[in-house]
């Protein structure tokens, strides 16, 4: 049985389409079909019912594909045990983070990446926690960090930290700092024009969710998914935003913003995600304990 195969075949029942596997693999559909293809003649079973919805696996399809997914696991444990043989785990780890975490950590993630797993590459990304959730059903990811991840059957969730998302706008024109202003109550917040990100953004859900609860709700006075985007349209005086304290100071001019709790206070939580599909290798493991290493020496 032809590893390629099964990984092809593995990927375009996961994903349940042939183009959806083409653009994950990176390759050319005819091909991946006639890979996939060449693999029903020599098990002598049809393994996909094919239509204009996609792809299926039948009876023998659904048994392939779970011992498929143990077979490629095993392939790559394989490659990481002879990896250990030369001293160093191998592999490739493809990495999700959200855009203010990825400003803070990109940097010293990869540095230390790449001094404790020099035979391994990484791939990180950045993404809104709804879309990184799917890109690690895909397999597009193997780890993500998410906010307020809510629990699934494909994913596994380990906590990372909490963050506290702050009010914050434009610093006025002459102001010095000042002492730690006071909380700024959540009905007062909801009553100002907010820049936020459009549903179904994490970070949006928990502040109506938030809202709601002192049977509120915000008053979006722009949708805007980007944290740079977000920032310069509260210096420019277009609304305030709810942000963390990381995503403002390592924005290009933190000084130009002005923070202020709010009460009660609007904490999220950062996460963890791995696929429960896909079992982790150990490169994978060692990156997850890098992830923890870097948040706790940044202070995060």
Known sequence: ????????????????????????????????????????????QNLLIRNGRGATPTDAGKLLLEHGRGILHQVERAREELGRVRGALAGRVAIGLPPSL?????????????????????????????????????????????YNAAPAPDIEITPLMEEELLLVQPRPPGLAEEPPPPPVPLAEVAALPLVIPSRPNALRMHVEAEMAAIGLRPTVALEIDGVSAILDLVADGAGAALLSRQAVISSIRPS??????????????????????????????????????VRAELGL
Do not use: C, N
């Open 1 to 44: 049985m032809d590893l390629k195969q099964l990984e092809y075949f593995v990927r375009v029942a996961e994903l349940g389409s042939f183009t959806k596997a083409a653009l994950a693999l990176d390759v050319a559909q005819p091909a991946l079909s006639r890979q996939v293809r060449l693999l029903e003649v020599e098990l002598r």
């Open 256 to 293: 130009a913003y002005r923070m202020r709790p709010t009460e009660p206070r609007l904490r999220t939580r950062v996460s963890l995600a791995t696929s429960s599909q896909r079992p982790a290798t150990l490169t994978q493991r060692a990156t997850l304990d890098l992830i923890t290493q």
């Open 102 to 146: 990825a400003r803070v950590m990109t940097v010293p993630l990869t540095r230390a990446f790449r001094a404790q797993l020099p035979e391994a590459s990484l791939s990180i990304s950045e993404g809104l926690s709804a879309t990184m959730q799917e890109w690690l059903h895909t397999g597009r990811l193997d780890i993500a960090v998410l």
